[in-house]
């Protein structure tokens, strides 16, 4: 062996070696509970075509089970081979605006700590022949939202969560990836997604503004509907049982119906009251477009739009639901959201609204609303939005 080539040949030994050393030290000094990062960090957006894949001049005949909203034969066949699924998208300040919740058909929001809201949206019919949708930014569970996807028997996207069965630091009430793990959630993860990238990744310049690592995670709807098929989740799970055995859709009005109430064009309500100077960026209100007979949602102020699509948020049925919030005291400071049981709701729509209550007798149970007089209420065909607020809080509308 030359001398030229034994340089060389010691050279990549020593470098090896310290890059081995390096990646040792530098891995166990990391924080216990750090997200791993990706090898190969992804930091471009993937392009979202925003061209309809759907014929406009095609009929719009098959009612979508969530919502009531109408598609097409073609839109029917895709989602009936699949079941709902349900993705934590955050609401922080650098999380805004978020990606994908325009093609939801129905959208939950409650506080996930601190005042700071979080959304878990439900995709099934809007969703069929969207495209390779960017969901983001997508962050952890927490248990109220895990006994409401329950009511779908969803597929479930998140990153970690809220304890694991064996966390000390964690209250046993609030162990939402517990929970998942106990009654055989069909968990999508990111965290246990095994390093496929494709599906999720970090998507650094999203918004365009320089945002912390957490606010960065995107998941794609496409890839996630085709992981849920390599494990046997589609319409029917891996024992032939299909999603909606035991679903029971919610009532919406025809177009001969009138919808009954007080005036309420303009809503707007609080999630926290204290701490006002940080807190009110999750105050939300909404206004009433009588022309796409929708509800424009707004945030701290200002119009909500979808990032993939530059169009405000809209939802055609806005509801209120009233729960008891729980702190439970423990090191990570959780909090809880009675969900199962009963209590007061409000209902928004085409410009009205509708006082009355709500009910879950289970996990698995489906949520129904009741008007004053114990008659189920009627929806709104289209986007449903459901705030969860503290049963003391109060909503204004007119």
Same mark, same amino acid.
């Given at each position: 062996?030359?001398?030229?080539?034994?340089?060389?040949?010691?050279?990549?030994?020593?470098?090896?070696?310290?890059t081995g050393?390096?990646?040792?030290?530098?891995?166990?000094?990391?924080?216990?509970?750090?997200?791993?990062?990706?090898?190969?960090?992804?930091t471009?957006?993937?392009?979202?075509?925003?061209k309809?894949?759907?014929?406009?001049?095609?009929?719009?005949?098959?009612?979508?089970?969530?919502?009531?909203?109408?598609?097409?034969?073609?839109?029917?066949?895709?989602?009936?081979?699949?079941?709902?699924?349900?993705?934590?998208?955050?609401?922080?300040?650098?999380?805004?605006?978020?990606?994908?919740?325009?093609?939801?058909?129905?959208?939950?929001?409650?506080?996930?700590?601190?005042?700071?809201?979080?959304?878990?949206?439900?995709f099934?019919?809007?969703?069929?022949?969207?495209?390779?949708?960017?969901l983001?930014?997508?962050?952890?569970?927490?248990?109220?939202?895990?006994?409401?996807?329950?009511?779908?028997?969803?597929?479930?996207?998140?990153?970690?969560?809220?304890?694991?069965?064996?966390?000390?630091?964690?209250?046993d009430?609030a162990?939402?990836?517990?929970?998942?793990d106990?009654?055989?959630?069909?968990?999508?993860?990111?965290?246990?997604?095994?390093?496929?990238?494709?599906?999720?990744?970090?998507?650094?310049?999203?918004?365009?503004?320089?945002?912390?690592?957490?606010?960065?995670?995107?998941?794609f709807?496409?890839?996630?509907?085709?992981?849920?098929?390599?494990?046997?989740?589609?319409?029917?799970?891996a024992?032939?049982?299909?999603? +909606?055995?035991?679903?029971?859709p919610? /009532? $919406?009005?025809?177009?001969?119906?009138?919808?009954?109430?007080? !005036?309420? @064009? *303009?809503?707007?309500?609080?999630f926290?009251?204290q701490?006002?100077?940080?807190?009110?960026?999750?105050?939300?209100?909404?206004?009433?477009?009588?022309?796409?007979?929708?509800?424009?949602?707004?945030?701290?102020?200002?119009?909500?739009?979808?990032?993939?699509?530059?169009?405000?948020?809209q939802?055609?049925?806005?509801?209120?639901?009233?729960?008891r919030?729980t702190?439970v005291?423990?090191?990570?400071?959780?909090?809880?959201?009675?969900?199962?049981?009963?209590?007061?709701?409000?209902?928004?729509?085409?410009?009205?609204?509708?006082s009355?209550?709500?009910?879950?007798?289970?996990?698995?149970?489906?949520?129904?609303?009741y +008007?004053?007089?114990?008659?189920l209420? /009627? $929806?709104?065909?289209?986007?449903?939005?459901?705030?969860?607020? !503290?049963? @003391? *809080?109060?909503?204004?509308?007119?």
């Amino acid at each position: 062996m030359g001398k030229t080539v034994k340089v060389v040949f010691v050279c990549l030994v020593l470098l090896f070696a310290s890059t081995g050393i390096s990646y040792s030290f530098f891995h166990f000094l990391k924080p216990s509970g750090t997200a791993p990062v990706p090898v190969t960090p992804r930091t471009s957006i993937t392009p979202i075509s925003k061209k309809p894949k759907v014929d406009p001049s095609l009929p719009r005949t098959e009612v979508c089970p969530l919502n009531g909203q109408m598609f097409t034969k073609e839109e029917r066949d895709v989602w009936m081979t699949r079941r709902p699924l349900a993705v934590m998208i955050e609401n922080s300040v650098d999380a805004r605006p978020q990606s994908g919740l325009g093609t939801a058909d129905v959208v939950y929001e409650a506080v996930a700590e601190g005042g700071i809201t979080r959304f878990m949206a439900m995709f099934y019919c809007n969703a069929a022949l969207s495209g390779n949708v960017m969901l983001a930014p997508v962050r952890s569970a927490r248990i109220y939202f895990v006994n409401l996807v329950s009511e779908y028997d969803a597929l479930y996207n998140h990153v970690g969560g809220a304890g694991n069965c064996d966390d000390p630091n964690v209250d046993d009430r609030a162990k939402a990836l517990c929970l998942i793990d106990r009654v055989k959630i069909k968990n999508l993860d990111e965290m246990g997604l095994a390093g496929d990238f494709k599906i999720c990744h970090r998507v650094t310049d999203r918004t365009g503004k320089d945002v912390a690592y957490e606010h960065t995670m995107a998941c794609f709807l496409d890839y996630l509907y085709a992981k849920a098929d390599s494990l046997k989740w589609g319409y029917t799970d891996a024992n032939g049982v299909a999603w +909606d055995k035991n679903f029971i859709p919610w /009532k $919406f009005l025809s177009a001969q119906d009138t919808a009954t109430g007080a !005036p309420a @064009t *303009n809503i707007s309500y609080m999630f926290w009251e204290q701490n006002r100077d940080f807190n009110h960026n999750f105050d939300e209100s909404w206004k009433y477009d009588p022309v796409a007979k929708a509800y424009t949602r707004s945030n701290a102020g200002q119009v909500s739009i979808d990032l993939n699509t530059g169009n405000p948020l809209q939802f055609n049925t806005v509801i209120i639901e009233f729960a008891r919030q729980t702190y439970v005291g423990d090191l990570e400071m959780h909090m809880l959201y009675d969900i199962i049981g009963h209590g007061k709701a409000l209902v928004f729509e085409n410009g009205v609204a509708v006082s009355g209550t709500w009910t879950k007798a289970s996990r698995t149970g489906r949520t129904q609303y009741y +008007d004053s007089a114990g008659k189920l209420i /009627k $929806f709104a065909p289209g986007p449903i939005w459901i705030s969860i607020l !503290p049963d @003391t *809080n109060t909503v204004t509308y007119n």
